[in-house]
């Protein structure tokens, strides 16, 4: 069974910067785009940021373009998400999401999520 | 970028249909994807490239589209389907958009 399991959320100041991770097991890790999704409390959900299968090609939001960093580590079944600058607006709860294709583009959707992990920006 | 409008609510009675549009100039060149989030819960798909059902999904969900507007249909509704429901679309740029969301309320 498809596991994505989140970490590295928590409580961080406005303009400093958190690092989030999501183990992924039960798949051929390098054969799926992957996403991070996030939900502000009460809110809806927004797309934050994709990366191919091969980690190649990289894609974002306008409202996280330049303050945030996705990459993957194929080794090791992991993907990652870069936060810098971080304002009060970024909290929220942040999914990670597999896609069914390699690519990213026109059929992406996301068919497995994981649970997520809260990111609070506060001081 | 771009939009996806959804209503914020719909509200049916048990056994009744339920209809949740999602509109966007771009739904007329791409595909939809719905996904249902219950309290507490990560979102799961429940239609995807317009009209597709993934396996697991019960039959009352289909999905349809015309020109600008998907709609997500859940036939003879159920206590249990209540949540909210999010369309989703991508383009060929990999930028891709959620709708605001649609509370369904089982009455």
């Known amino acids: 069974e498809v596991q994505l399991l989140e970490s590295g959320g928590g409580l961080v100041q406005p303009g400093g910067s958190l690092r989030l991770s999501c183990a992924a097991s039960?798949?051929?890790?390098?054969?799926?785009?992957m996403s991070w999704v996030r939900q502000a409390p009460g809110k809806g959900l927004e797309w934050v940021s994709a990366?191919?299968?091969?980690?190649?090609?990289?894609y974002y939001a306008d409202s996280v373009k330049g303050r945030f960093t996705i990459s993957r580590d194929n080794s090791k079944n992991m993907l990652y998400l870069q936060m810098n600058s971080l304002r009060a607006e970024d909290t929220a709860e942040y999914y990670c999401?597999?896609?069914?294709?390699?690519?990213?583009?026109?059929?992406?959707?996301?068919?497995?999520w994981g649970q997520g992990t809260l990111v609070t920006v506060s001081s | 970028s771009y939009e996806l409008t959804q209503p914020p609510s719909v509200s049916v009675s048990p056994g009744q249909t339920a209809r949740i549009t999602c509109s966007g100039d771009?739904?007329?060149?791409?595909?939809a994807y719905w996904y249902q989030q219950k309290a507490g819960q990560a979102p799961v798909v429940v239609t995807y490239k317009d009209s597709e059902r993934p396996s697991g999904i019960p039959e009352r969900f289909s999905g349809s589209s015309s020109g600008t507007t998907v709609t997500l249909t859940i036939s003879g509704v159920q206590a249990e389907d209540e949540a909210d429901y999010y369309c989703?679309?991508?383009?060929?740029?990999?930028?891709?958009?959620f709708g605001g969301g649609t509370k369904l309320t089982v009455l």
């Open positions: 771009a739904l007329a060149k791409q595909y």
């Open positions: 039960a798949f051929t890790f390098s054969n799926y785009a």
């Open positions: 990366i191919s299968g091969s980690g190649v090609n990289t």
């Open positions: 989703q679309s991508a383009d060929s740029t990999g930028t891709l958009v």
């Open positions: 999401a597999k896609a069914p294709t390699p690519i990213v583009g026109a059929i992406t959707y996301f068919h497995h």
